[in-house]
Structures are given as structure tokens and as C-alpha cells.
């Protein structure tokens, strides 16, 4: 049997997988997505329309287990990204410790944990960091997909999963058992496998303030943004204060959410949630979350993205300041007060004038995020390298992953000659907005002063590629004055400069 799906069915099914799974697949997978919708109707013997109706309706667990079959990807390893596994070892589980002294309890969480080897490396690390044995710890592990998690359970695995493993581990916690490597019993035991449904609220599962690290890897950049905004808002929630969660290399949380502090350590980025989780609404409006969901997925993404903000930005501050003015300033200049002013000024290179205009906005521009970031560069430009880093720092305490203030923050660490913390928050603001072409302009050239030529090359060929695409305004406001091309020219004579050609 082949029954005929017609577009509109199809898109009714790519609606429901992603209110009922959180999974969101694009134009391109839509075939891909036709199979299985005929593939799951042949095999209950129904017809397209009503077993839609039910998977919008109220769909049967065992109909959402038999689609996580069919649409997930399970790709793992033992050990995956190492550098993860080392800051939690370093700073997230002996940070935790402290705060859990009383308890002597830790409970930590591998969501979307596939096959069960990033779970298993999670408490192979903890049993080494926490060598004590009247520590309690715990690993969660859940998934959507059953058939994984039966294997997952027999902690059984080839050679090949445990590629990135360190040989001393391999030989301390498995035994070679005929082709397959098998996990030593006792850890095996102190990781809970349990299938669950990321996209939906499980109140068991997700209950506040119980984990001290979460593990979300690889997982969230399959969801739909608002089913990843939900996701992280329950992790969020049910992470201690100052709690850590991990993401996937490729992942930001940047204008997913405003509950966390961006890490660094190692080559790893890591966020820990504050004391107390802010109300979603405070997110800022301007940041795309597609790319902070799928960078690699999204050419030509930003292009006005930038230039949106600043509108937004003034917009929302020419709201707030009062008809007839309770401010300092006077009510009609302030009324009438634009931060795109500013950026009209900065453009036609009136650098001074543009930084008076800013500093003499109404007061309620004063914490605008976007205010401050403009504030930040034109003083980092007039050479006032402190009063910008006070700027960024206050930014920071509104927006801790805004990555214009990182970007803003390398600079000034560089004029107080600090290029290893300028390029450590390049770094930052890079991972933040993958798009962003300047931080690794900045590194870049940071790293071939440094003698680093390899590292510079690297830095500056993913800078060719994003200056190419890099949003108009965001190269005006944080070009330095250069055009595009200027920092193509810039990027390509310092490339050169490394010995080598791209
Ligand atoms: C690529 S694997 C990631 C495995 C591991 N976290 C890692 O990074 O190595 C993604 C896993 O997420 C699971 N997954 C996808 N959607 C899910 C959902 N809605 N709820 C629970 N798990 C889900 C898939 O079944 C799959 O096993």
C-alpha cells in the first residue's frame, strides 16, 4: 500500500512533529518527511487524515517513540568534545561540590542522551573527580528514542565509540569482552536511563532547582526555536542556582535565553545559570534566534539584522521618554531623542559628535543595551579604553551574552596590552554569534602578532568567509571606519602575511 499525502497533509504532519517532538525540518527534508508519513499510515492501517487528527490531537506515546525512531539522529561517542568533560571535571563539578557540602548529593542530567555514551562519560568523570565515598551522585539520563536506550542499558560498545576515549580510562572502567568493550558494573549503576519526551513538560523530570549540571548536547539544534526557548527555560528551571549546562559545540543560547552566564575554559563554552532565572520577556528583541540554533545551516543570514536593532532600540527608548518630561534633560530634546541619530553621525564619521549625542541621551537611554554598546564602541574609538570597558561591563549585567560587548571588551583588553584576554573574548563573542565577522578579524590579527601563523590563518579564512556576508550597518558600526572591502584587503594582505595564501 501506498497512500497518496498531498502538501497540505504534509505540512499539517511537519507542524505536529514539531509541537509534539520539538523537531523542526526545513524545506529540503520534506521528502524525507513524506516517507515517513506514509511509512507510519501504511503501518497502522489508517488513513492520512485521521491519524493526523490524533497526532495533533493527543498523540499515543507509543506513536511519539515510533516517530523519534524514524527522525532522530543518534550519533554519539564516549568522550565527545573533550574539552567539555575537562571543565566539568575542573570547574563545574568541584564548583558544585562546595555549594552541595551539606548534602554531599549531586544530580546530573545527559538530556537527549542517544546510546548512552555521553551519560557514561559523564559519571566516569565524576566518579574520578569525586573521590570521596560518601558522595551521592547521580546521572539522569533520558531520551525519546527507545531503541537507543536499550542499547544504552547493556552498556556494551565497539571500539569505535570509545575513539576519543583516554587509554587509561578505556583500561580502568571497561573490560574487553569478545569484540565489544563492556562498562564496568558498579558505574553502570549510577546512571538512570529513561525515556522522555524533551518538547513536553514532565514535571517528574523537571523539577525545580534538582540538577547541578545538565548535559543538552547536539539535541536543541534539531528543535524548532520556540520549542528550544521552552526546552531551555525547563532546564533552566530545574538547574540549581549556579548550575551548569553544556550545549553542543555549535550551539549558543543567545536570544534563546537570559538565565545564564557564558563560560570559557579550555576550548569549551559552558553556561551557568544565575541565582535567579529572568522572565522570558526580558530577552532581547533584536537577536536571530536561527542562528544561534543552526549557524552552519543559515548562508546569507543577518543582513539587517543589526540595523533592526537599532531601529527597535529607537524606538523603545523614544517610548519611554515621557510626554512632558519628569527627566533632567529638557522634555523636547529628549522626546525627540534617536539613537539612529548617533549612527547617522558615526557614519559621516563624526566620531565626537556622535559620542556627545549618545552621552547626553535621555536618562531612560542610559541602560538601553544597545545604547551602550554604541556608548562602548565610539569610546573605544576615542581612545577612552576604560570608560569603554565600564560600558561593556554594564552591558553585561543586562545582556551577559550580548557578543557585540565581547567584541568590544577584546579591544580594550587589547589597548591595555592583554592580547591573550582581548583574544579570549573574541573567542567568546565568536561563539556567541557565529556570523560575526570581526572578533575573528581581531583574533586573527591578534594571532599573527603573536607568531601564531596556523591559528591566524584559520581565524582570518573564517573571517574572509563572514565579511562577505557581514550585515551593512554592523560592518559601519564595528568596522573601525573601514569598508567592507578595506577589511577584505585588510584580511587578505594579513593572510599573506602568515606565509601562506587561502
Ligand atoms: C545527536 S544525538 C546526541 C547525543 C549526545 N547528546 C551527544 O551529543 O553525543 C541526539 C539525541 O537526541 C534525541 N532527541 C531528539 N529529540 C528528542 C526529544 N524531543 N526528547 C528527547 N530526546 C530527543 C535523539 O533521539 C538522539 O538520541
Given amino acids: ?8 497533509e504534509l505540512e499539517r504532519f511537519r507542524s505536529a512533529i514539531v509541537a509534539r517532538v520539538g523537531l523542526h525540518f526545513d524545506e529540503s527534508k520534506l521528502s524525507f518527511l513524506e516517507e515517513v508519513l506514509r511509512r507510519r499510515v501504511s503501518r497502522l492501517d489508517r488513513s492520512s487524515a485521521a491519524y493526523l487528527a490524533e497526532l495533533e490531537d493527543d498523540a499515543p506515546r507509543a506513536e511519539l517513540t515510533a516517530l523519534a525512531e524514524e527522525l532522530t539522529v543518534g550519533e554519539t561517542y564516549f568522550f565527545r568534545h573533550n574539552d567539555q568533560f575537562r571543565a566539568l ?23 537527549g542522551c542517544a546510546s548512552g555514551e555521553e551519560a557514561y562519560s559523564i559519571a566516569i568523570v565524576a566518579r574520578e573527580t569525586v573521590t570521596d565515598p560518601s558522595w551521592n551522585v547521580v546521572v539522569q539520563a533520558v531520551d525519546l528514542n527507545r531503541s537507543v536506550l536499550q542499547k544504552a542499558e547493556k552498556a556494551r560498545y565497539s ?7 583516554p587509554p587509561p580510562i578505556k583500561e580502568k572502567w571497561f573490560r574487553r569482552d569478545g569484540r565489544e568493550l563492556a562498562l564496568d558494573e558498579q558505574l553502570r549503576r549510577t546512571v538512570h536511563f529513561k525515556q522522555a519526551n524533551l518538547a513536553s513538560d514532565d514535571s517528574a ?4 532547582g534538582v540538577y547541578d549540571v545538565v548535559f543538552c548536547r547536539n539535541v536543541l539544534m534539531y528543535f524548532a526555536p520556540d520549542q528550544m526557548r521552552a526546552t531551555i527555560a525547563r532546564i533552566a528551571a530545574s538547574l540549581a542556582p549556579g548550575g551548569y549546562l553544556f550545549l553542543g559545540h555549535a550551539e549558543t543560547l543567545r536570544g534563546v535565553s537570559d538565565d545564564f552566564d557564558l563560560h570559557h575554559a579550555h576550548d569549551a563554552f559552558y553556561y551557568r545559570r544565575k541565582d535567579e532565572p529572568r522572565p522570558a520577556k526580558s530577552l532581547r528583541p533584536y537577536v536571530k534566534v536561527e542562528s544561534a540554533v543552526a549557524p552552519a545551516l543559515l548562508p546569507g543570514l543577518a543582513t539587517t539584522a543589526w540595523m533592526d536593532a537599532i531601529r527597535h532600540a ?16 529638557p522634555p523636547q530634546r529628549a522626546a525627540t531623542w534617536q539613537l539612529a541619530t548617533a549612527l547617522d553621525l558615526l557614519r559621516a564619521e563624526r566620531f565626537d559628535e556622535a559620542l556627545a549625542y549618545i552621552c547626553n541621551g535621555p536618562p531612560q537611554s542610559r541602560d538601553d543595551p ?3 554598546l554604541v556608548k562602548a564602541l565610539l569610546l573605544v574609538q576615542a581612545g577612552q ?6 560600558a561593556c561591563q554594564q552591558l553585561l549585567l543586562i545582556d551577559g551574552l550580548n557578543a557585540g560587548a565581547h567584541y568590544v571588551l577584546a579591544l580594550c583588553r587589547e589597548c591595555a596590552g592583554e592580547p591573550e584576554r582581548a583574544m579570549e573574548h573574541d573567542r567568546l ?3 556567541l554569534d557565529p556570523a560575526f565577522a570581526m572578533p575573528r578579524l581581531h583574533s586573527g590579527l591578534l594571532a599573527r602578532q603573536a607568531g601564531d601563523h596556523k591559528a591566524a590563518r584559520s581565524d582570518l579564512a573564517q573571517a574572509l568567509v563572514l565579511l562577505q556576508r557581514e550585515d551593512v550597518s554592523r560592518v559601519l558600526l564595528f568596522g573601525g571606519g573601514f569598508s567592507r572591502d578595506a577589511l577584505v584587503a585588510l584580511c587578505q594582505s594579513a593572510v599573506s602575511k602568515c606565509g601562506d595564501r587561502l
Wanted: glycine share 2%; charged share 25%.
Fill in 429 to 431: 563573542a565568536a561563539h
Fill in 159 to 165: 571500539a569505535w565509540a570509545l575513539r576519543e576515549t
Fill in 385 to 390: 579604553s576604560i570608560a569603554a570597558e565600564e
Fill in 370 to 372: 544597545d545604547v551602550l
Fill in 89 to 111: 571535571a575542573e570547574f563545574a563539578l568541584p564548583d558544585r561540590m562546595r555549594a552541595r557540602a551539606t548534602a554531599r548529593t549531586l544530580n546530573l542530567m545527559s538530556a
Fill in 314 to 329: 529607537s524606538e523603545r527608548i523614544t517610548r519611554l521618554v515621557p510626554a512632558h518630561g519628569k527627566s533632567t534633560s
Fill in 1 to 8: 500500500m501506498n497512500p497518496c499525502v498531498t502538501r497540505q
Fill in 205 to 208: 523530570l523537571w523539577q525545580p
